[in-house]
């Protein structure tokens, strides 16, 4: 059984930053492509990013890109999320993903494997 845990998330003022962690288990888990996704009240999960197994290829969100970051520890494991010059509107309940495959996606509807989402508040 594979399991992805978030942590990181917390009340943070616009411009200050966070950096979200995603530590996966499993017997299987192996060569995942991964990636962070997020929901706010109201409105549909969006693809923030995500990054290849080997962390070669990363893919941003365009309303996230240049802010945040995905990368991951030379043992694949933990991912990481940094996320940098945080407005309000980043808001939401941020989850990781992991999909089956050598290739990305920024679909969820690819994504095999999610984790309980960790809260990230920006207040102004």
């Known amino acids: 059984q594979v399991q992805l845990v978030e942590s990181g998330g917390g009340l943070v003022q616009a411009g200050d930053s966070l950096r979200l962690s995603c530590v996966v288990s499993?017997?299987?888990?192996?060569?995942?492509?991964m990636g962070w996704f997020r929901q706010a009240p109201g409105k549909e999960r969006e693809f923030v990013a995500s990054i290849s197994w080997s962390g070669g290829s990363t893919d941003y969100a365009d309303s996230v890109k240049g802010r945040f970051t995905i990368s991951r520890d030379n043992a694949r494991n933990p991912v990481y999320l940094r996320m940098n010059s945080l407005i309000p509107e980043d808001t939401a309940v941020y989850h990781c993903?992991?999909?089956?495959?050598?290739?990305?996606?920024?679909?969820?509807?690819?994504?095999?494997?999610w984790g309980q989402g960790t809260q990230v508040t920006v207040s102004t």
């Open positions: 993903a992991a999909r089956g495959s050598a290739y990305g996606s920024k679909s969820s509807t690819w994504y095999d494997y």
């Open positions: 499993g017997t299987t888990f192996n060569r995942y492509y």
